[in-house]
């Protein structure tokens, strides 16, 4: 499907920037910071090209780098027009506005990063009602998100249906291509828009081989970060029509995004597209060693691999097969309740005893409890 990763992009050159860049420890030995892929420095390269980037002023459209980011990142993705802006959190808020209007609702997941992460920001700025579906992470049912759309009528509408690719706390999942087109008919169907918080979509493009124009042809509007993986300091860009950006610059204004010479914060962008997306194929190897050495030193697989609904190995999925009878749990592992089998070699944790209201423990022995309570009894004034 569409292109090899990294296709329109140039190949990739110089030293590797990333969330497993090394980091100097005290004692000088090299420590990988695996806190977020937002962990990064900027190379010497992208610092040269900051330093040499011609700049304007961009709120008045006169910054000839952003111009030439926001150009290259809307053909990337086939859309008309793309907008510079300081945050993700901001690029997806004012996508979310040109989507929903005040007091409609959009539609998500759970864990999405737009209603989990951004502090309430689609209410509290855009007026903006938001329902999910029970988190999933990249398991979206389809035919779920379709049944739970509200019509125009009484009640709150539904304007718009978001997504985040990749699912970043669903364990980075990939959502399937296949899935991405099923919601693209739904919105069609509904008349509504369908939104991408694409953050981090270069990971997708790189791991499933789609073309950034195969996805970007599937949303109304787009947020995609430049700080997340490719190891830009600064910047994300909401992506869309030419009349939905004309009315994204007014927001970001609004917002308090409007820079000036921003084209210094810009030519790390563009050399992050020239020198770095090809490369996370390099850290999408280096996380999977990862897993293998923590699993090898009994320390679990290292970050989550198990999507929510899915079951770990030895362990039933949830529901009636996971119950015992009379519809009550199930004690054991392959109940699906119980401790996770350890390591190999490692004994089993033992299991705590759960307190219940019906497993009392006896009532002590009144005399017991009278010699108690009488020394304190005498102390007390009525």
Known sequence: MGDAPGAGLPAPSGPRVGAASGVRGPAGA??????????TRPTEGMRAAMAAAPVGDDVYGDDPTVNALQERVADLFGHEAALFAPSGS????IALQLSVPPGSELLCDGDAHVVTSEIGAAAAIGGITTRTWPACGPDIDADLV???????GYGVPTRAIAVEQTHNHG????????TLRRLRETADEAGINLHCDGARIWHAHVADGIALRDYGVLFDTMSVCLSKGLGAPVGS??????????????IRKRMGGGMRQVGILAAAGLYALDHHVARLADDHARAAAGRGVRAVRGRGPGPRTHQRGQPRPGQAPAGRAGRGRGGGRGRGPDHGHGPAPGPPDHPPRPRRRRHRPDHR???????RLNRRVAPAAGGISG
Do not use: C, H, W, Y
Not at 30 to 39: K, N, P, Q, Y
Not at 90 to 93: E, F, L, P, V, Y
Not at 237 to 250: D, Y
């Open 90 to 93: 901001m690029a997806n808020q």
């Open 146 to 152: 379709s049944s739970m759309l509200r019509r125009e």
């Open 171 to 178: 364990g980075g999942g990939v959502i399937p291509f296949a």
């Open 237 to 250: 860009l909401v992506i869309g029509s030419a009349e939905k950006v004309a009315r994204a610059r007014e």
């Open 361 to 367: 423990r006896p009532d002590p022995d009144p005399r």
């Open 30 to 39: 090299g420590i990988v910071d695996m806190r977020s892929d937002t962990v």
